[in-house]
Every structure is written in structure tokens, then in C-alpha cells.
């Protein structure tokens, strides 16, 4: 993993690159930043020349110096008002891969005025950080990005710098994994791999783990995952992950993550054409327990308890069908009309689980739940809802800090009623309209008065390569941060 590191804008640059940010509008570099041109060779003066630093432009020169290769590279920051942690993280991923392109070994960033818009130093180190971990991101083992190395160059103490950047690097260490487990194959990452890996990678943390084998899920009577996950030959599993379990005064809050580690459809089957990606059905599962391990790292006083259901939705002879009545934990009974609407049933069972064995004050669900949330907001923004208004407010806040937006929509009571059931309490498909939303609602049924959030990432989890520049193609972890920052805001509050 790339190493981030921190030191004052003086003296000489030894690197084998130097980025010097700016924004649009800019004329002339600062006296700082002109200082160190001259200390590197003096091009970017001359780059400067009708450069109009478009958030993402850029510009580099690569000279020879001795028998190495040294490149200068304008970074266009883009409109100083709107200066935020994201925008700054999408600019600097850019400047990372231009510069991974080059094979250049190490970096050197200075940003000309790193206090603009909402960006304080602390923010921008923290944002430069995320970026330049994630941009370097490869798939699981294949060779590691030339770029190992990125100093920021900032004028404030490294004492204040630092703690910022440490959090940027758990937080990237936990995406990096999240990627690794989505990105990887279905065939490899069954749900006794993925819940044996995550338990052995969160009692390192000293989180405490169990994973119920398929017995214990129907001694729990979760029939909507055993449902699920009967038509293959890889038995579900759930895992726990739970921190500051000890503290019992403390809020707990239960992160429910959707585990379909392949959605084929099951009988009522997708498709082809889109159907190797659905390997990246349990970016939910990942991403939560990344946030509950990087809340424990970050020795937040609150409780916080990972659920995880975990299962392949596959058409064997064991699948469930069309027309099936199941008993969910709740008690509540579900026709199945589509058994790709698989989603909503492992959830809603997992959402009962935690009501019941924990009494949580919160529980907030996180799942690539439907293709109508992808449609409707497109790949950059989750679908929220739920039924307290402060947590989706506390969510938004979070989203704004963490650069991934979630968007509300309107869940109330119109909504539980298209999916009443004729021959059940309720059936697991509403029909097209308002699709994200339906969906929500059953999931919504297991919560009752619980305080209840729910976010769809089916379309924020994957990036067909229109992504910001930080990200690289596939999974994108994203979720993990939000995650964190809304139990940051939960934390502060007590
Ligand atoms: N896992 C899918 C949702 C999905 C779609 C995630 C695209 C990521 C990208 C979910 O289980 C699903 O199949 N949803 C269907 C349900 C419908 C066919 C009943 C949907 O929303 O289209
Ligand atoms: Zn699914
Ligand atoms: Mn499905």
C-alpha cells in the first residue's frame, strides 16, 4: 500500500514527481509553489501558460535528470467555492493514476491554498490521503501500482497533520479489503470463505465474531435465508461482529449488510448480460463490517453490532419458487413472486434478528437491493429511507462529509400497502413502480418502531468506469466511509 506522509513546503523536492494543485481562475502559482518549481526545474511556470484548471486537468512535463525521469504536473483543482473533501479527492486520484501511468515511485503534492470552501488542512490531508490509497488500488494480487510513495507538502505542524492521515489509512486499508471481497469471484468467495475471512480479519481488531451455520439460521427461523440460499451447494451463513459490547450505557446501533455473494435470480433467473457483476451483491455485508471494525479502530463510544446474511441465490433443486409462502423471523409471511427480489428477504429476516436479540436503538440497513435505485439516481448517489427522519438527516450529513451522497425517498404507509399479500401478510414484489421503495418497505416491516435506516448501493457499489478519479473500476467500497462518519455524528451526539 502506498505510504502517505507529511512535511513543511521548504527545502528541496527529492521526488520523482511534484503536483502542484491549483484553482481555476488561478494566473500565477504562489510564491511557495514557484519556489518549488524552481527547486525541480521551473516547468510548471511555463505549463501555467492558458491552463484553466478544470477540477481534474492536468498537465505534466517529464524531463531527464541524471538517469531518472522527473515529472512536473499541474493539477486543476476546479472552482475555489466549491472546495470540498470530495472534489479534492476526485482531482487528486486523477493526478495519482496520470502519475501510475508514468511509473513514477514517489510523489510530492502541494496544494496552493489547501484552506478553501469547506476544506480546512486537516480535511485536505485526509481527502489527498483516501485518494492517492484508493487510486493505487489492484484487483486482489495482481502487481502493485509503481506509485508507492506521496508526501504532502503543507505549511501547518505534521503534529496536527498526522492523525488525519492515519485515519486515512485504516479507513483505506478497510476499502481496499471491501474491494478485494467484491471484486472476487463467486466461486471463491462462498459464505463460508467470506464469513471465516471477515471473522479472522475483525477478532484481530478485537471484535467479537459468530458465524450461525445453517442450522442455527433455522433454529432462529429465518426462513427468508434459508430460502434464499437453498438452491446451492453452498450453505448460508450469518455473521456477528459486535464491539463495546461492555459498555452498556452506550447507544448501540445494529449495521445490517445484504451478503447475496451471487444473485443469479434464482429460479425466476436474470438475464446474461449483466449477470457476472452480480458477484458484487454483498458490497452491503462488506462494507458494514469494514465501518464496525473502523468504528472500534476509532474507539468510538457507542455499541456496534454487524449482521451479515450470507448466501448464494442460485436455481438448484433445492431453490425456492415462485409462489412459496415463508415465515419470516418476524412472524410475518411473504409469497414469493420474483425469486430475485431475494434481497429484501434475507434483510428483513436479519433486521427481525437484531430486534429481537439485541434491542437496538438504531438498526440501518445497507444493500444493493434494487436496479430501480440505479436508475433512478444513477452510480454516484444511494437511495435512503426509513422511519426517523434524524438518522436520515444524520445520514445525509455524513454523505456530505464523506463525499458519497445518499438521497431520500418518500417511504410511508402508501407504499407498505402495494406490497400486501393475497395469500400472505405480504408479497416480495410490488411490481415496477417505485421499486427501490417497495423493496425498502418489507425490509421496513421486521424494524416496526425501532429506529430504521435503509440505503441502496446497487448503484454507488459498482463503477462501470464513469467514477470519480480516486476510484478504480468495480467495486468501490463506497458506503464504508459514510457508515463511519454517521456513527462519528451518533458518537458525538452520546
Ligand atoms: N441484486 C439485485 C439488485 C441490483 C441490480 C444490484 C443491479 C446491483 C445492480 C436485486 O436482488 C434484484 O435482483 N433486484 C431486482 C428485483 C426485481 C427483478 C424483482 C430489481 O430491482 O430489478
Ligand atoms: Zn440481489
Ligand atoms: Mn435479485
Redesign the pocket.
Known amino acids: 500500500m502506498i505510504h502517505v506522509g507529511v512535511r513543511p513546503p521548504t527545502g528541496s523536492v527529492t521526488e520523482n514527481a511534484l503536483v502542484l494543485g491549483v484553482y481555476r481562475g488561478t494566473r500565477r502559482l504562489s510564491v511557495v509553489a514557484s519556489r518549488l518549481d524552481r527547486s525541480f526545474g521551473g516547468v510548471a511556470a511555463l505549463l501555467m501558460d492558458g491552463f484553466k484548471a478544470d477540477r481534474g486537468e492536468t498537465r505534466i512535463a517529464s524531463l531527464k535528470r541524471g538517469r531518472r525521469l522527473v515529472h512536473t504536473v499541474l493539477l486543476g483543482l476546479g472552482d475555489r467555492t466549491q472546495a470540498n473533501a470530495e472534489n479534492l479527492a476526485d482531482a487528486a486520484g486523477v493526478a495519482a493514476r496520470l502519475l501510475i501511468t508514468h511509473r513514477a515511485p514517489s510523489v510530492a503534492v502541494y496544494l496552493d491554498d489547501t484552506v478553501a470552501g469547506t476544506l480546512d488542512a486537516g480535511a485536505a490531508a485526509h481527502a489527498m490521503a483516501k485518494a492517492f490509497g484508493l487510486a493505487t488500488y489492484r484487483v486482489g494480487k495482481s502487481p502493485a501500482a509503481s506509485l508507492t510513495r506521496a508526501t504532502l507538502l503543507c505549511a501547518q505542524p505534521a503534529r496536527s497533520i498526522s492523525p488525519h492521515l492515519r485515519r486515512a489509512q485504516q479507513l483505506v486499508a478497510w476499502m481496499t479489503r471491501v474491494r478485494d471481497w467484491v471484486n472476487q469471484p463467486a466461486n471463491v468467495l462462498t459464505p463460508s470463505v467470506f464469513t471465516d475471512d471477515a471473522r479472522s480479519a475483525l477478532v484481530k481488531h478485537g471484535l467479537r465474531c459468530r458465524v450461525l451455520t445453517e442450522r442455527a439460521i433455522a433454529q432462529e427461523g429465518m426462513n427468508g435465508v434459508l430460502a434464499v440460499g437453498g438452491g446451492s451447494r453452498q450453505a448460508p451463513r450469518f455473521l456477528i461482529a459486535e464491539y463495546g459490547m461492555a459498555n452498556t450505557r452506550r447507544p448501540l446501533v445494529c449495521l445490517v449488510g ?1 451478503g ?1 455473494m451471487f ?1 443469479s ?1 434464482g429460479i ?1 433467473i ?1 438475464p446474461w448480460e ?1 449477470m457476472h ?2 458477484k ?2 454483498m458490497a452491503g455485508a462488506a462494507s458494514v463490517l469494514a465501518a464496525t471494525s473502523l468504528a472500534a479502530q476509532s474507539k468510538l463510544p457507542l455499541r456496534v453490532v454487524a449482521l451479515a446474511p450470507c448466501v448464494e ?1 442460485m436455481p438448484g433443486g433445492g431453490a425456492f419458487r415462485p409462489g412459496d409462502v415463508i415465515t419470516l423471523a418476524s412472524g410475518k409471511t411473504v409469497e414469493v ?2 425469486t ?4 429484501r428477504l434475507i434483510l428483513a429476516d436479519a433486521v427481525a434478528y437484531a430486534k429481537s436479540h439485541y434491542r437496538p436503538d438504531v438498526i440501518v440497513d445497507m444493500a ?7 436508475i433512478a439516481l444513477g452510480t454516484r448517489i444511494a437511495g435512503i429511507m426509513g422511519n426517523s427522519p434524524r438518522d436520515i438527516d444524520d445520514m445525509r450529513a455524513a454523505g456530505d462529509r464523506s463525499g458519497e451522497p445518499v438521497w431520500p425517498l418518500p417511504l410511508d404507509d402508501r407504499f407498505e400497502a402495494m406490497i400486501k399479500g393475497d395469500v400472505s401478510d405480504y408479497k ?2 410490488g411490481g415496477r413502480n417505485a ?2 421503495i417497495t ?1 425498502g418497505a418489507l425490509i421496513g416491516t421486521s424494524a416496526g418502531t425501532t429506529r430504521w435506516v435503509h440505503i441502496d448501493i ?2 454507488s ?2 463503477n462501470d468506469g464513469t467514477g470519480p478519479g480516486y476510484q478504480t473500476r468495480g467495486a468501490t467500497a463506497s458506503g464504508v466511509d459514510l457508515l463511519l462518519r454517521y456513527l462519528e455524528i451518533l458518537a458525538a451526539r452520546g
Open positions: 445484504k447475496v444473485d435470480g425466476s436474470k449483466h457483476e452480480m458484487s451483491d441465490n413472486l420474483s430475485d427480489a431475494e434481497g444493493t437491493l434494487t436496479g430501480g435505485v440505479l416480495n414484489y421499486s427501490p423493496a446497487a448503484g457499489s459498482w
